[in-house]
Every structure is written in C-alpha cells, then in structure tokens.
C-alpha cells in the first residue's frame, strides 16, 4: 500500500524566501506525481503534474523535482509570497494502486508580508 | 467549461438520513472518483469508476454507494447517515486514471451529520 509522507508540516516565513516542500513515497512504481494546492475551505488545485519519465517540471515561480527510484520529490517556491499562504498536497499516482492518487497530509505554508 | 461540478455545497442530516452528493463533468473523462477528507486523516478513496457501468471499491467504501450510467455524472450515495460520515467529500476526474493527465478535483461538499 502506497504511503505518503510530506515534510515540514507546516512552514511560516517572510515574503520574499525561497522555500523546499517535501514529499516522499513508498511505493515507487508510480505512474506520475501531481502537486495540489489548497486554500482554506476550497478545492484541490492542481499545480503540477510530473510523468515518471520526467526529472523536474516548471510553472513559473515553481518547480517540482522528481526522484522515482528513490521514492522522493520536491517542491521549490521561488521568491515567496503572501498570495502562496495555502495547503501544499502531494500524491503519486500508480504502482500497486493502479492510477489511483494516494495522498500525504499536506505541508501548511504561510508567507508573512 | 465547467470542469468538475458538485452539488450541493453545504448539508446537514441527521442521523439515519439518506441522500446523494452529485458530481458532473464536462471533459469527457471516463475515470471519476470521490474522496473525504478528514483532519488528521488527509484525503481517502472511497469509490472510482473506470467508465460508464464500471466502478470500484477504494480504501474506504462503507456507508457508501455509487453507480456510473454516464460518463458525466458519478452520484455518492449515503445510504443511512452516521456521524462519522462528517466530511468534506470530493469529486475528481481524469481522461485516463491519471497516466498521462492530471485529475481534476471539484470544489467539494461539506457534510455534517448529527
């Protein structure tokens, strides 16, 4: 069963920081790897999809690195922001679970300004 | 394109109630799913569907119907309301189930049972 683990649960910085989420996983037969965004009492907003063929995957200030074989990925936020304050998920999807996305706690960030 | 949509918004049942939460999409994703989140517990699978007249059991399906006759709707069905059904339920789709796409996830129903 695929288990997912997010480090730092939460995260408070100023504006302005450049800042590492982490995620790692334990089944590594994974298809692909998406990172969600959630704000307080709203949904899921995908933010990037990384296939596991690929390394890493950029969207403007943000940038997901993928380690398939070590069962590991990374979000990098670029020059923070207050607008950024939300919920960071991430969930591989594949493997034993065939498709289905199995996801970590979360990391809580707030940027302060 | 209104993507994923779920209604309603917000409920309140009491205990031994039934009702259904709906989901639509508009993408012509065959695979759709519904997941509760719940604090400390993050998100769990609770029925899927692979496509029109398929679904499936996820981690946590008890209490829980569902039935796929198109490809746009996906109904959750609470069969007898219990207070450990208190969840934020979400409905997410996807072209395939999730290889080469991303799923998309809808706004989400709040449920309190009392």
């Known amino acids: 069963k695929q288990e997912v683990t997010q480090i730092p649960a939460a995260l408070s910085v100023p504006e302005g920081e450049n800042l590492v989420l982490n995620c790692s996983f334990t089944?590594?037969?994974?298809?692909?790897l998406q990172w969600f965004r959630q704000d307080p009492g709203k949904g899921l907003t995908s933010l990037l999809l990384i296939q596991s063929s690929q390394r890493e995957q950029t969207s403007g200030r943000l940038n997901a690195s993928l380690d398939k074989s070590s069962g590991r990925s990374t979000l990098y936020i670029a020059a923070s922001q207050p607008g950024d304050s939300a919920t960071y998920l991430c969930a591989p999807a594949g493997g034993t679970s065939y498709g289905k996305l199995t996801f970590g706690q979360g990391t809580i960030l707030t940027v302060h300004p | 394109n209104a993507g994923v949509t779920q209604t309603p918004k917000f409920q309140v049942l009491k205990t031994g109630q039934s009702m259904t939460l709906q989901c639509a999409q508009d993408?012509?994703?065959?695979?759709m799913s519904w997941y509760r989140q719940d604090p400390g517990m993050g998100l769990r699978l609770i029925h899927y569907?692979?496509?029109?007249?398929?679904?499936d059991q996820g981690e946590v399906p008890n209490g829980y119907n569902v039935s796929r006759s198109t490809t746009e709707d996906f109904p959750l069905r609470l069969l007898s309301a219990a207070p450990s059904q208190t969840s934020v339920y979400f409905c997410a789709s996807s072209v395939t189930p999730g290889l080469l796409y991303g799923y998309t996830f809808g706004s989400g129903t709040r449920l309190t049972v009392v």
């Open positions: 569907s692979v496509g029109a007249g398929i679904t």
């Open positions: 993408m012509n994703h065959e695979y």
């Open positions: 089944d590594s037969a994974i298809y692909n």
